[in-house]
Each structure stands twice: as structure tokens, then as C-alpha cells.
């Protein structure tokens, strides 16, 4: 693995590159989306919501993972940790994303169109839109972990096991980054095809992103990591933003029945 490349204007972290990447084409697929799916240039705008998601959700990713050590925060203060470069974990800016999606959507919604009737409809339009941008997301994020050798899985001798040159380990691991984007692209696949059917998404793509972390963290190495009835702070981070997804799901079924 490498993690910096020499260009004419200096050193690149990939992971950085990696990240930004992955912010850009999820804001440039949720514009094209919106723009598809109304035909109007002033929908786009509901994607600019997306930075104000990346910005509190940057909060919400800090409090999962340092809620996730054994230290706490507690070294430097749980809110200065918070504010800090202690670690992030990308759960949490999908809980709040959950959070905001919809009280965000109808705001702006009112404030550029002032209608009552076409609501509903928008409000589909932008979190599918949003659900797609979250997975393209992850799916960069965790390419910039795998070449950085960061979040790497249990010690793993069998198939696929990789070897981090600059990793906190020497020894064989399981690649979990791999295995979540896999299951990320796979799951990216399903809700298009969804969508292709004119469904709503945003509830089935939260139940599934939690599935994909849930899992994966029994895959992951948990030294220093806190568990509660051998399960990880992440995991139930992980519940909490599958029971959102269920409800939302149910709510955007009943959406669409009322539309009918």
C-alpha cells in the first residue's frame, strides 16, 4: 500500500484525496439526480445541503468514535476531543444525515418554492438522492482507509489477507475496508434498481449501512475499543441508525400511499 504520491506541487495524502473525492462525486451525482428527476436548475440547491450535513455530522462522526475507546476523551476532555483530530467514524455522520434529511428538505423546500402540494415529492427526490451521494461516500472513505492501512480487521492468515507496510501491525489482517465496499457497491446497486422503480430509498439505504457496519465490526480488530455485552459502541450506534431507518421506511410507505 502507499499512501503519499509525489506530485509537481508536493506531497498528496491519498487518504485525504480519497476523502474530498468522494465529497465531490456525491455532491455532483445528487445535483445531477435532482436536475433529472424535476427539470429544474433550482432543485441542485437541496444538494448544498450536504455541506451543512458534512459539517454537523463531522461532530456526530467524532462523538461515535471517541465513545468508542476505552480512554473516552478523557485525556483531553470529552468536548475538546470532540472539536479535535481524535478520530472520526463515518456511522456518525449517517446518524445525523438521518437526522437532518428530512426537517432540512422541507425548510428549504418552503423557502424556494412555497408550496405545500409537491412537498412530499421532493422530499423523495432529494433523500434518494442523498442516499446514493452517502454510499459513494463510504465507498471512497474506505478507500482512503485501505491505502492508509488505517481500520484494519482481526489478525487474518487465509484468503485475501493483506499486510499494511505502514500500519499500526505487522502481522496479516482481515481486509475489512475491502469487505465494506463491497457490500457498500452492492448494496448502491440494490437501491438503484429501487429507485429505477420510482421507490423511496432513504429508509433501506440507513437499515442497510448499519447492517454492513454491524457486521463489520466483528470483523475488525478491537484493541482499546469499549464493548458492552460484547458488542461495540459502534454496533449500537449501528442499531440506533437501523431502528431511524425502519421508521423512516415506514414513513415513506405510508407517504406514498396517502400520494395514491
Not at 124 to 136: C, F, H, K, P, Q
Request: a positive charge; charged letters at 15%; aromatic letters at 16%.
Amino acid at each position: 500500500m502507499f499512501q503519499i504520491i509525489e506530485t509537481p506541487l508536493g506531497s498528496l495524502d491519498l487518504y485525504d484525496l480519497l476523502t474530498v473525492l468522494g465529497a465531490v462525486l456525491s455532491v455532483l451525482v445528487q445535483m445531477i439526480l435532482l436536475y433529472r428527476w424535476t427539470g429544474k436548475w433550482r432543485s441542485i440547491l437541496f444538494s448544498a445541503l450536504y455541506g451543512l450535513y458534512s459539517w454537523a455530522g463531522g461532530y456526530g462522526s467524532s462523538i461515535v468514535r471517541i465513545l468508542s475507546y476505552d480512554d473516552g476523551g478523557k485525556t483531553d476532555g470529552f468536548w475538546k476531543s470532540v472539536a479535535g483530530d481524535y478520530g472520526k467514524h463515518y456511522l456518525g455522520t449517517v446518524l445525523v444525515i438521518a437526522i437532518l434529511a428530512l426537517p432540512a428538505t422541507v425548510i428549504l423546500y418552503r423557502l424556494m418554492f412555497r408550496k405545500e402540494k409537491e412537498c412530499n415529492q421532493y422530499i423523495r427526490y432529494v433523500t434518494n438522492a442523498l442516499a446514493v451521494g452517502i454510499l459513494i461516500q463510504h465507498i471512497c472513505g474506505r478507500f482512503g482507509c485501505f491505502v492508509r492501512g488505517c481500520c484494519f480487521g482481526i489478525p487474518y492468515q487465509g484468503f485475501l489477507s493483506v499486510t499494511f507496510p505502514y500500519g499500526q501491525v505487522s502481522y496479516p489482517v482481515f481486509p475489512t475496508q475491502l469487505f465494506e465496499i463491497v457490500c457498500t457497491i452492492l448494496l448502491l446497486l440494490f437501491i438503484s434498481i429501487l429507485i429505477v422503480k420510482k421507490k423511496s430509498v432513504f429508509g433501506t439505504t440507513l437499515i442497510g449501512f448499519s447492517v454492513i457496519v454491524f457486521l463489520s465490526e466483528f470483523l475488525m480488530d478491537k484493541r482499546g475499543t469499549r464493548l458492552f455485552y460484547n458488542v461495540t459502541v459502534i454496533q449500537w450506534f449501528a442499531i440506533l441508525l437501523c431502528l431511524f431507518g425502519i421508521v423512516l421506511a415506514i414513513w415513506f410507505q405510508r407517504m406514498k400511499k396517502i400520494e395514491e
